[in-house]
């Protein structure tokens, strides 16, 4: 293989290859702006450094070739002791990861060279600077000798001679520093600072090669999932000096405005110094335009060259370049990385100026970045008192009263006050806290915990996993930081960041979600000046532009008439997912108990006959909140001792009933119900399809309260549209069984009203024997949702509920995970079981409808995979409707 690259051979489609640096480099050269001459090395070459422990042979042939044609051009030797050549050699993956890798200047300088570089620019302190700049990072980044060492000889030499900075140093201290530095590189490793020119390069390329492997690089690129094997690409480029003097300069630049999109001139410049001096913030930095006095004509040049390349990128872009005595040098670029805002309002302004199309506008802005803007956010002025930081869960800014659990939550929020719920961990048993909470704190967990999980899909703040915290439930107390609180103090989340801070902090709401829950009037009234109303407009274009082009509808989960307005009001186009089970909580809880408690028959249906009119009210509220929407009802789906007491909590207190006289008999039967109904695998046990065939007249009171809320609503000369779905549905069988009984209902319902109750019936695709069988279930079916928390459950064998603390760690450190499959759809696995699922039904019914509810459908990437599946549509929480929107347009784009 070709393993060097001169810049004039590549192009910024090389990224692979090249690295973005080289690739970048390589582009503007094709395009004739002023690079210094030079070559990259390509990741292949990296990779072979990896697998081999050395570099490749052919590797050094190349450059020799690569170095002497450089040399030819500029008659100028590397590292000769007459005006020398000196390069840089520079790390640049394919992926930015800054601070991760290393790169070294001045490659070049030796003993002799140094005189060469005085003599030539006629600056001795310049040279002997250089060259001390060389051994230091030489000798900590490639020779991996410790960086306090020459720190310290350093500030020893300034104090020694009373300088305060670094510029006050003589060429004479300069020269001795060198002599010091060398002693150093002597004794640390036993050998003498390497004096041959191509020595030094060697060992740079080597030493570039191997910082993609550190701890550091390894432990970015698993947070930013970005594989290992990819490796960097080296970049050796003619050194060009910013420090020669005020005729010379060196700078940072944005093609435009970040925050406002507008074309015009950001950045800043600082003269007589080298690049890095402007990233560690040595000295203060002019404003770019300063430079159009400095030095007009090479500010031209830079305007120029700006403009070329954001015509070229048709985006937003950064440089760094250096002036040397005059003549400007561009030493990189690439497409700039923005603020959430940012984007939207330069790809809006893009379009403005004819540079990009709505379509593109749409593919460069992330449903990520509009989730951002949606969150209130803490006042950055404000003073707080920070208590602790644990995991951000569930981004936002939330503040209000500590409770401990849901009475107290429902009390405090009820009297009008603001409330975080703060718990060891949450269960199923906390949503009703978690769903009047502002904020949600707790001590264990992690990012796939129930709280996080939970509070995620209802957009609420949340912070997780805080282990300095201390919940005493008993003593009422919360202990952190040295300090005792109790409930009712109050105390602020930042789930963006997760931290935590006591007291009040203030909150400003965000106009964006004003916009998304209310339009854009009601968005601009919320705005306090013109940036966020601009802000606001290039949002309400870009998520126009998405709703008209995509081609998956979205819909939303929602369990309640509340939720379903929330989310028609985001631009829900129907429900994909009414948990009726939710229905059950509460104060009804007491009616699934004489359900259970029934013996016989007769007593069972009599008990049910009581939950038919709360059911009913239920629908009639809910289909009327999605009036002419479709609106998809879920049959009960989980297992029905879920509904009753805890097992030992009862036990225990049957048994002291018993020792104190005798239990109350109405406790015992229930205890004798919930041993029988015990499971140990409840999430693989009797629920679903099998609870409503094992429960005759459970799943029919269901249906017969949805066909009569479609009556009474329709009597009401509204239009309502339920779709009746069968949950965890293996077999045709049973579906089969389930829909012949609701088509009874549903004739028998109509018939009484004079009305045709044809109503679809479908069902949930969530195990793999449903995916693996959806041809002959498609008989049955008018429609598939494909449940994607259970089919990862069944597929992976993973219990969702108890992975997170057992082994999902271990398996994202060892790379058997790269994020958790309940997060994002695992494509390979089971996104193959829904490909064939969706072939599958559609090879019995060409247009059967499908869609996908659960966690997945609200996350962007899975939203692209729903799309190339040919879903028609995805449903997630309401809070992320508008994101899915987004999705949706960029996947059809
Ligand atoms: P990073 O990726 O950390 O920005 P770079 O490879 O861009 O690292 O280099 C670090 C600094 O050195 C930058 O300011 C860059 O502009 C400067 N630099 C790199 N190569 C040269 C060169 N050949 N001549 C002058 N300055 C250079
Ligand atoms: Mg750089
Ligand atoms: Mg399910």
Not at 179 to 194: H, L, M, N
Not at 867 to 892: K, M, N, Q, T, W
């Amino acid at each position: 293989p070709k393993y060097v690259y001169r810049f004039a051979e590549g192009d910024m489609g090389q990224k692979d290859l090249l690295g973005g640096k080289g690739a970048n480099l390589a582009e503007m050269a094709k395009i004739g702006l002023p690079v210094p001459p030079g070559f990259t090395i390509t990741t292949e070459a990296c990779r072979a450094y990896m697998r081999d422990g050395e570099v490749p042979p052919e590797l050094r042939v190349e450059v020799t070739m690569a170095l002497r044609e450089i040399e030819d051009t500029l008659g100028r030797r590397l590292g000769d002791f007459h005006d020398p050549l000196l390069v840089s050699v520079r790390s640049g993956a394919k992926f930015s990861m800054p601070g991760m890798m290393e790169t070294v200047l001045n490659v070049g300088l030796n003993d002799a060279s140094v005189k060469g570089l005085a003599e030539f620019s006629g600056d001795d302190r310049f040279a002997w600077d250089s060259y001390r700049r060389l051994i230091q990072m030489f000798g900590k980044t490639v020779l991996d000798i410790d960086g306090d060492l020459f720190a310290r000889a350093l500030d020893d030499k300034k104090s020694a001679v009373g300088a305060s900075t670094d510029v006050d140093l003589s060429a004479d201290d300069l020269q001795d520093l060198v002599t010091t530095f060398k002693g150093i590189v002597q004794d640390a490793t036993g050998r003498e600072f390497p004096q041959h020119p191509r020595e030094q390069l060697e060992m740079a390329i080597a030493a570039v090669f191997g910082s993609w492997n550190t701890e550091r690089a390894r432990l970015y690129r698993r947070r930013e999932r970005i594989s290992n094997d990819l490796g960097t690409a080296v970049n050796v480029m003619t050194m060009v000096f910013g420090n020669l003097g005020e005729t010379s300069g060196t700078g940072v630049a944005f093609t435009r405005d970040p925050s406002t999109g507008h074309s015009g001139l950001y950045g800043d410049y600082l003269s007589n110094a080298q690049g890095e001096d402007v990233v560690a913030g040595i000295r203060n930095t002019l404003p770019l335009a300063d430079l159009e006095q400095l030095d007009p004509t090479s500010y031209g040049e830079l305007l120029q060259a700006m403009r070329r390349l954001e015509t070229h990128y048709r985006d937003l872009c950064d440089i760094e370049f250096t002036i040397e005595r005059g003549k400007l040098w561009m030493l990189q670029t690439r497409v700039g990385k923005r603020t959430a805002a940012a984007a939207f309002r330069v790809a809006t302004q893009l379009v403005d100026e004819n540079l990009i199309t709505m379509d593109e506008a749409i593919s460069r802005i992330t449903g990520a970045q509009l989730s951002q803007l949606l969150f209130p956010q803490f006042d950055g002025d404000a003073a707080k008192e920070l208590l602790t930081t644990a995991m951000a869960a569930s981004p936002g800014a939330a503040v209000g009263e500590i409770v401990l659990d849901n009475a107290q939550a429902l009390e405090r929020t009820q009297a009008g006050a603001s409330v975080i719920l703060v718990r060891r961990e949450t269960n199923p048993d906390d949503l009703q806290g978690m769903i009047v909470a502002s904020g949600v704190l707790t001590a264990r967990g992690g990012k796939t915990s129930h709280a996080a999980v939970v509070a995620r899909g209802m957009g609420t703040t949340a912070v997780v996993g805080a282990e300095e915290i201390d919940v005493d439930v008993e003593a009422k107390e919360v202990r952190v930081a040295g300090r005792v609180l109790h409930p009712g103090d109050v105390i602020a989340l930042d789930g963006t960041t997760g931290e935590v801070f006591l007291g009040d902090v203030p909150v400003v709401d965000s106009p964006v979600m004003r916009y998304v829950s209310d339009g854009l009037e009601a968005g601009l009234a919320a705005c306090e000046d013109d940036a966020m109303r601009e802000l606001l407009q290039a949002v309400d274009r870009v998520m126009r532009h998405a709703d008209a082009v995509r081609r998956m509808r979205v819909r939303a989960n929602a369990d309640n008439a509340d939720d379903a307005r929330r989310a028609r009001a985001r631009g829900a186009e129907g429900i994909g997912l009414c948990r009726t089970e939710h229905q059950f909580l509460g104060d009804r809880r007491v009616h699934i108990e004489h359900v259970v408690l029934a013996e016989g028959d007769e007593e069972r249906l009599a008990a049910l006959e009581t939950l038919l009119p709360l059911q009913r009210e239920d629908f009639v509220e809910l289909l009327e909140a999605m009036d002419g929407l479709p609106t998809t009802i879920r049959l009960i789906d989980p297992p029905l001792h879920e509904f009753l007491p805890d097992l030992t909590e009862l036990a225990v207190k049957v048994a002291l009933a018993n020792a104190d006289g005798g239990a109350d008999a109405r406790d015992v039967r229930l205890l004798a119900a919930v041993q029988r109904m015990h499971e140990q695998n409840p999430m693989l046990g009797l629920r679903g399809v099998r609870l409503g065939l094992k429960i005759p007249g459970l799943f029919a009171l269901q249906i017969r309260a949805i066909a009569e809320a479609t009556v009474r609503l329709r009597e009401a000369g509204k239009d309502p549209r339920p779709e009746i779905m069968v949950p965890l549905v293996g077999s045709v069988r049973e579906l089969q069984i389930i829909r012949e009984e609701a088509l009874g209902i549903l004739a028998e319902v109509g018939a009484a009203a004079g009305t045709e109750l044809d109503l679809p019936i479908g069902c949930m695709i969530e195990l793999p024997r449903a995916a693996l069988t959806a041809r002959r279930i498609a008989e049955e079916a008018d429609f598939f949702s494909f449940g994607t928390n259970d089919l990862t459950q069944t597929t992976w064998g993973f219990s969702r509920d108890d992975v997170e603390g057992a082994f999902f760690a271990d398996y994202l450190e060892n790379g058997v995970l790269t994020i958790s499959p309940f997060e994002t759809l695992d494509a390979d696995g089971v996104g193959a079981l829904v490909s064939s699922a969706v072939t599958g039904g559609r090879s019995t019914k060409p247009d059967l409808h499908m869609g996908v509810c659960g966690e997945h459908g609200g996350d962007p990437e899975s939203i692209h995979f729903f799309h190339d599946a040919g879903l028609d549509y995805v449903s997630c929480s309401p809070f992320r409707v508008p994101i899915a929107r987004l999705e949706a347009g960029r996947a059809a784009a």
